[in-house]
């Protein structure tokens, strides 16, 4: 492992997309440093998908402290805020032993709220976020863009083409509060303080990273994937739960039902991972460019 500073930062920030080494990468490190490591990936928070979601075994927990893994059940969903009001409280906590902290996962989003803050936005009314929905459909991405563009230009740069659901949280913010998303999230404060980070992002090479995507999904099945998903498909969740978004729990799922065979399950998964991964590695080159990229063999 080879990082450009000499001066270890009291918190580790350790990004990636799935499959790229994150977490054998924060193991090493916080055994070499004497750190804690917290979760920042948002499947790994529930339990009873471990293996699916690439969760720490339990050899690994054993090796150094880990934290917020496997700790909400499916049943629950937790939002961006309810993470980071979690991961502050045990980031206070392992300061306060006097430990160094890694926080290792590929939610994006997880990672902006602590270094930029979540915006307190208003609750948006359900009328106006139908309203929005609404133009979206009747005008298509072209033209919402358009209209949205002189009520938060920020945000319609920012969005990533064919985020719908984000863009048109974008234009509800804007019309039901008077001011612009970005404007809001601009008046935060980071969870964490700027010169207390350092942020690292695993960046392989694409057909590197495939590979290890299609590997892992074998090794995965093997070691008990379909039981995971076959046990939750047994307690009848709602389907719109965030846990079983899980990358690969769909495609399993209609195996364990009988509507697919394991091979066809294999290979749609596999293409699901890799548009995951792809997705991941965009926004992550796009929202941490100063961030030290690593590419670990």
């Not at 300061?95 to 709220?113: D, K």
């Not at 509800?172 to 509060?177: D, E, R």
């Not at 991972?273 to 941490?288: G, S, V």
């Amino acid at each position: 492992m080879v990082l450009s500073s000499d001066i270890a930062p009291r918190i580790w920030l350790i990004a990636g997309p799935t499959a790229s080494g994150k977490s054998a990468y924060a193991l090493d490190l916080a055994q070499r440093t004497g750190a804690e490591i917290v979760n920042a990936d948002s499947m790994q928070i529930y339990a009873g998908l471990r293996v699916l979601t690439a969760g720490p075994s339990p050899e690994e927990t054993a090796r150094a402290p880990h934290h917020l893994f496997e700790v909400v059940d499916a049943a629950v969903g937790w939002s961006v805020g309810r993470w980071l009001e979690a991961a502050t409280k045990v980031l206070a906590e392992i300061e306060q032993r006097g430990n160094p902290a890694i926080i290792v996962g590929g939610t994006g989003l997880y990672f902006r709220a602590l270094t930029h803050g979540l915006a307190d936005v208003p609750p948006v009314p359900e009328t106006q976020r139908e309203i929005s929905g609404l133009l979206y459909a009747a005008r298509g991405e072209e033209d919402f863009r358009a209209i949205l563009k002189p009520l938060d230009p920020e945000a319609e740069a920012r969005i990533e083409v064919g985020d719908r659901q984000r863009l048109v949280r974008a234009h509800a913010v804007a019309i039901a509060t008077g001011k612009s998303l970005t404007s809001w999230q601009t008046d935060t404060k980071p969870a964490i303080a700027p010169g207390d980070w350092k942020g690292v992002v695993l960046d392989p090479p694409r057909a590197d990273l495939y590979a290890r995507c299609d590997a892992r999904l074998a090794v995965m099945v093997e070691h008990g994937a379909l039981d995971e998903v076959a046990a939750m498909e047994a307690r009848g969740l709602d389907p719109s739960l965030p846990a079983l978004k899980a990358v690969g729990y769909r495609e399993f799922a209609a195996h364990v039902r009988g509507e697919t065979t394991l091979d066809q399950a294999l290979d749609a998964a596999r293409q699901e991972t890799r548009r995951y991964a792809k997705r991941q590695l965009t926004w992550f080159r796009n929202q941490t460019p100063d961030w030290e990229k690593v590419s670990v063999p």
